[in-house]
C-alpha cells in the first residue's frame, strides 16, 4: 500500500500539487507511520491559532529525518514542539493499492512520488494526530528525540540553522513569525 496524508475531507482522486520542492507531484510513503508528520504543519497552526493573516502556501516545517534504517525520527528543536505541533490536530490518511509510473524519492527512504493522478482506494480518519504519532513511537515505528534530550552540539546547530531560515524567509512573514514565536532566541 502507498499512503498520503491531508486534512482534505472525501479526496477520491489525489491530484499533483505544487510542493516546496517546487513541482507538481504527489508525495506518498510505502509505511502509513511516516505520514503521520504530514497531518499538521506547524507554521500553519501557529498562524491560524495566533490570527496572523496569510493566504497562499505555508512554508512547511518539519523537524525530522532517517534512521540509515529509514525508521523516521522525529526531533523536538523547540520544547513541547511535538504537542504543540500535533495535539488535537485531525486529518486524513488516504492509501491507493497500485500506482502507475512512479519514482522512489531519493532523499526520502519509502518515499514515493508521481506526477499522475492517483484513484484512492482506502481512507482513514485520525482524529488526533499526537496519539497517532505516540502509538507510532510505542512501537518503535517512529524514533522521538524530546528537546531535553538534544545534545548542546544539536542545540548549536538548531540555533545556527534556525537564524540561517530566518534571514532566508524575508518574503515569508508567517514563517519568520513563527520562528520568532517558538525560538526566542531570534529576539535577542
Known amino acids: 500500500m502507498f499512503h498520503h ?22 508525495y506518498f510513503s510505502t509505511k502509513r507511520e511516516n505520514v503521520l508528520v504530514y497531518l ?10 495566533n490570527h496572523f493573516p496569510h493566504e497562499g502556501m505555508y512554508q512547511k516545517w518539519g523537524s525530522y529525518g532517517f534512521t540509515k534504517e529509514g ?11 511535538i504537542i504543540d505541533t500535533y495535539q488535537g490536530e485531525s ?3 488516504y492509501s491507493v493499492e497500485h500506482i502507475e509510473n512512479y ?7 519509502y518515499g514515493i512520488i508521481t506526477k499522475y493522478e492517483v484513484p484512492v482506494t482506502e481512507c ?4 488526533d494526530a499526537y496519539e497517532a504519532i505516540m502509538a507510532s513511537v510505542q512501537k518503535s515505528e517512529i524514533l522521538l528525540q524530546r528537546y531535553d534530550e538534544i545534545t548542546q552540539t544539536k542545540l548549536s546547530w538548531i540555533d545556527k540553522t534556525i537564524k540561517a531560515e530566518y534571514q532566508k524567509a524575508e518574503n515569508y512573514p508567517e514563517y519568520r513569525a513563527f520562528l520568532k514565536a517558538k525560538f526566542q532566541f531570534l529576539s535577542e
Open 91 to 93: 486529518g486524513y490518511i
Open 5 to 26: 496524508s491531508s486534512k482534505t475531507a472525501g479526496i477520491k482522486v489525489l491530484t499533483p500539487h505544487v510542493s516546496n520542492h517546487g513541482k507538481l507531484l504527489v
Open 103 to 109: 519514482c522512489k524519492q531519493a532523499d526520502v527512504p
Open 40 to 49: 499538521s504543519n506547524a507554521v500553519e497552526k501557529y498562524c491560524r491559532e
Open 124 to 127: 482513514e480518519y485520525v482524529s
Open 71 to 81: 525508521i523516521l525520527r522525529l526531533e523536538e528543536y523547540y520544547p513541547n514542539a
